[in-house]
């Protein structure tokens, strides 16, 4: 059972450049997320989507777009990258709407650096 | 806004003894709140929920109390041990489909 998946771990980018992050869960999870983790900013909320076909905005969704076109998968990308985007990139998932109550599955994590 | 504050200091402690977090939230009051830990270069992993009319919850050694008329949550850890050096996450449930998280504490054991 592998959870979540996200690819690639690392990546560098220059400035301008675009690039997609993939996420794979195998547990079913109807809801899916997409975080950043900056130093002192905590986890904030991109993206996220509660079904198949279906997306909405996050806390901090400018210069992001994402996309779920299978259930398992939710992608995120940056058309333009900019140095501001240098981050760790978390996907999560949870079986149900968050109230509080539902607990999210994290993947490890991208490191991205733009220059 | 909802607001959740962790202590951004280290917290450092000698192994066996209780490890104390808090967390402090502002600005809503939270049917639920979660703790995480998250290891590095790790993604968070879940740990303990509990919920506004639950003033405590235990997990081993793990205890986690909920006061409402602080706005705070304590996270205790007894026993410690250096494999529990970690980060430890708060996070809250907000009346949107997200959960607003803290800062996070470092947590370090020395053995």
């Known amino acids: 059972n592998a959870g979540v998946t996200q690819t690639p771990k690392f990546r560098v980018l220059k400035t301008g450049q675009s690039m997609t992050l993939l996420c794979a869960q195998d547990m079913n999870h109807e809801y899916m997320y997409w975080y950043r983790q900056d130093p002192g900013m905590g986890l904030r909320l991109i993206h996220y989507s509660v079904g198949e076909g279906t997306t909405a905005k996050g806390e901090v969704p400018d210069g992001y777009n994402v996309s779920r076109l299978k259930k398992q998968n939710f992608l995120l990308g940056l058309e333009s990258a900019a140095p501001s985007q240098t981050s760790v990139y978390f996907c999560?998932?949870?079986?149900?709407?968050?109230?509080?109550?539902?607990?999210?599955?994290f993947g490890s994590g991208t490191q991205l650096s733009v220059l | 806004s909802q607001k959740i504050e962790q202590n951004s200091e280290a917290l450092n402690i000698q192994e066996g003894k209780t490890a104390t977090l808090t967390c402090n939230y502002t600005?809503?009051?939270?049917?639920?709140l979660q703790w995480y830990r998250q290891d590095p270069g790790r993604g968070p992993v879940f740990l303990l929920l509990?919920?506004?009319?639950?003033k405590e919850k235990r997990k081993e050694r793990l205890k986690v109390t909920f006061d409402t008329t602080l706005k705070q949550s304590l996270f205790h850890i007894t026993a410690s041990q250096p494999a529990d050096s970690a980060t430890y996450l708060c996070a809250q449930g907000g009346a949107t489909n997200k959960l607003i998280f803290g800062t996070g504490t470092l947590l370090a054991v020395q053995p």
């Open positions: 509990i919920r506004e009319n639950e």
């Open positions: 600005n809503y009051s939270p049917a639920y």
């Open positions: 999560a998932s949870s079986q149900a709407r968050i109230r509080g109550n539902e607990k999210l599955f």
